[in-house]
Each structure stands twice: as structure tokens, then as C-alpha cells.
């Protein structure tokens, strides 16, 4: 008799357990106008203002995401050196704004991330102090996150389902491999029901000259874009910014404003409605939007239309695709939980 009430009372807790696991399958959303389904903050290199200690400026641009973003997404160049760990410890202490608040993020590595000249003769995507402080398990905690491929994060993509639609956002790495660039088509190819955001560090420059890693065409970023599901492709890296608009396809983005003056740094604001998706840009230091009478770059909006539908969700929250992975520790607790309580009670007996 009490080896059964052992069981049921270990089934209750299992269930007790997951069923909190899985409850968590939808984010509040954060923006206020009712035109916007969903708002993404891009913030682009954050590398000088690491490197100059501007601690004021750069919690600014995160307290402003933690408030305002549904999905926050920084375009790499996260420091200025690659081994620099005071230049981390103050990225990751901005990036902790987002964790203390549940703000979804996902993040990739640019040049400054990585040992691009390959000085400890470890390869040029040696990043071990990218990996330690953005390990998977940081980004799949608190995001959209589906799937990694190769060194850490450097390439992975996370899935948001709105209106049952699904947008898949995929980050590419700067230095890309064959497997990598076999695994990004791979990817493209095997979601053909989602619209797909491709972020990278470096595409394009601010004239419109495409930037192809490792001078081999073939796996130029700028190809990979013109796939039939690709909408967007948005990169930092170069100082400028710039914007192109491929008719009937996709569009493509560049924000980088580390050549401006520390307090001149603007994020980009990256919002989809019932009749397309547009940017804009946003300084929230000096609370002030960015327009350009000659250039289109920070501020446009493309018509398009998405094939939304009403659902039975509420609609001021988002859909996490969560993979099942991500369950894992609910279950390790689960079962930890039923040893202690088999053992209490062989210990009683």
C-alpha cells in the first residue's frame, strides 16, 4: 500500500514539474501600439562603446530593449578585443538587463569577438571568451532558440510563431566553413512553411558592395539571401548604414554606427504589422528617432502580405517554438525529485 502511494505521489510531482515546463510557451508582449504584432530592437556593434567604457550610453540601449522589445538581436562586435575580459564582463553586465527582465535576445560573433588573425593558432573563429559568456544554454533559456550548429553560437536560428505565422530568424557565422554553409542551406531548405530573417555580422559596406568571407563567391551571404523564403537580411561591420530593397524578394539592412560620436550610437527598430515589416532608428540617450531626407537606410517599410490569421491565443502574446531539448532539466528535476522521495521513505521503512 505505501509502495502505491509512493508512485502516485511521484507521478504528481513529475506532472507538477513538466506541467510548469510547458506552460511557459508564450512571452507578454512588450509593444504598446496595437498596429504592431511584433517588435524586434537590433543593436548594432557595441565594440567602441565597450572599449571606451561607456557604461551610461550602453545600458541605456538595454534598458530601452528590456522595456520595449519583444526579441532583442545584437548584430556582433560585441568588444573591441577578442581576449579582452574586462571589455566581456561589460558586455555581459548589459546583456544582464535583458536576463533580469525575461527579454528574449539571440546574439552572434563579429571579427572583434573572434581571433581573426589566428594569434593563438587555434583557427579564425577562435572565440573562447564569446563561447564562456554566450554559451547555447544562455541563449536557450530565454529566447526563441531552436538549434545550434558548430562552435558555440556561431551559427544557430530561433523561431517566433505569429498569428500562426512562423518567422524564422537564422545567424550565420563570420568565418563560414562547408558544413556551416551546408547546414544554413539545410536549414533554409527544411523550413519552407516559415518567412526567414538572416542575420549576420559582415553582407554588405554602405556603398552596396557586397562582402564575400574568404574571397569564395559561393558562399557569398548576399547568394544565400536570394533563397525563395528569405524577406531580410540585416549585418553591421562596416561603419555606415545602408538599406536595398530587392523587388519582390527581400530586403537587405546595414546599421553600424560605431564611426559616430559615443552618444550618436542609434539602435534599430525592427517592427511587423497586419501589412508588412519596416525599420526604423532610435537613439534612446538622447531619445531622439534618426531621419535621412537622402537615404532610406533608417528608416522604410515594405508592403507585404503575410498570410495572419486569428487565432485562440491572446493576442498580446508570442509563440515560443521551444525545442524539446530545452525541457531536459524539467525532466532531470522530475527525477531527482522521485529519487529523494523513494529514499525517504526505504529510510522510514
Known amino acids: ?44 556593434d557595441t565594440q567602441k562603446l565597450v572599449e571606451e567604457d561607456c557604461k551610461e550610453v550602453l545600458f541605456n540601449q538595454f534598458e530601452y530593449a528590456s522595456k520595449n522589445a519583444d526579441y532583442v538581436i545584437h548584430l556582433g562586435d560585441l568588444v573591441e578585443n577578442f581576449d579582452n575580459s574586462t571589455q566581456w564582463d561589460l558586455i555581459d553586465e548589459g546583456f544582464q538587463i535583458l536576463d533580469d527582465s525575461n527579454t528574449s535576445y539571440s546574439v552572434i560573433a563579429g571579427n572583434h569577438d573572434i581571433d581573426e588573425y589566428n594569434t593563438l593558432n587555434q583557427g579564425v573563429d577562435y572565440a573562447p571568451l564569446y563561447n564562456e559568456y554566450f554559451p547555447v544554454f544562455r541563449i536557450s533559456q530565454n529566447g526563441f532558440f531552436q538549434e545550434s550548429f558548430g562552435r558555440g553560437l556561431e551559427n544557430h536560428y530561433s523561431i517566433v510563431t505569429i498569428k500562426k505565422v512562423k518567422f524564422l530568424f537564422l545567424f550565420v557565422s563570420y568565418y563560414i566553413t562547408d558544413l556551416e554553409y551546408a547546414w544554413i542551406q539545410r536549414t533554409i531548405d527544411s523550413n519552407q512553411d516559415c518567412y526567414i530573417i538572416m542575420v549576420t555580422h559582415a553582407l554588405i559596406t554602405k556603398e552596396g558592395n557586397v562582402i564575400v568571407i574568404h574571397d569564395l563567391e559561393f558562399k557569398s551571404f548576399y547568394n544565400i539571401g536570394m533563397r525563395d523564403n528569405v524577406i531580410l537580411q540585416l549585418c553591421g561591420h562596416d561603419p555606415g548604414t545602408y538599406f536595398e530593397y530587392i523587388e519582390n524578394h ?100
Do not use: C
Not at 510531482?13 to 504598446?32: E, Y
Not at 530586403?251 to 559616430?260: F, G, P, V
Open 1 to 44: 500500500m505505501l509502495r502505491k502511494k509512493v508512485y502516485v505521489f511521484s507521478i504528481f510531482l513529475i506532472i507538477i514539474v513538466l506541467s510548469s515546463a510547458f506552460s511557459v510557451q508564450s512571452v507578454v508582449k512588450k509593444t504598446n501600439d496595437s498596429n504592431v504584432l511584433f517588435r524586434v530592437v537590433i543593436i548594432p
Open 250 to 349: 527581400h530586403a537587405i539592412s546595414l546599421l553600424d554606427y560605431q564611426w559616430k560620436d559615443v552618444d550618436k550610437h542609434y539602435l534599430g527598430i525592427l517592427e511587423f504589422t497586419n501589412v508588412g515589416f519596416g525599420l526604423k532608428t532610435y537613439n534612446p540617450y538622447t531619445d531622439d528617432y534618426y531621419f535621412d531626407d537622402q537615404s532610406e537606410a533608417e528608416n522604410w517599410f515594405i508592403d507585404y502580405s503575410f498570410p495572419f490569421e486569428d487565432d485562440e491565443i491572446n493576442e498580446s502574446k508570442v509563440f515560443i517554438a521551444k525545442p524539446l531539448i530545452s525541457y531536459l532539466p524539467f525532466f532531470f528535476v522530475s527525477l531527482v525529485l522521485v529519487a529523494i522521495v523513494i529514499f525517504v521513505v526505504k529510510r522510514k521503512r
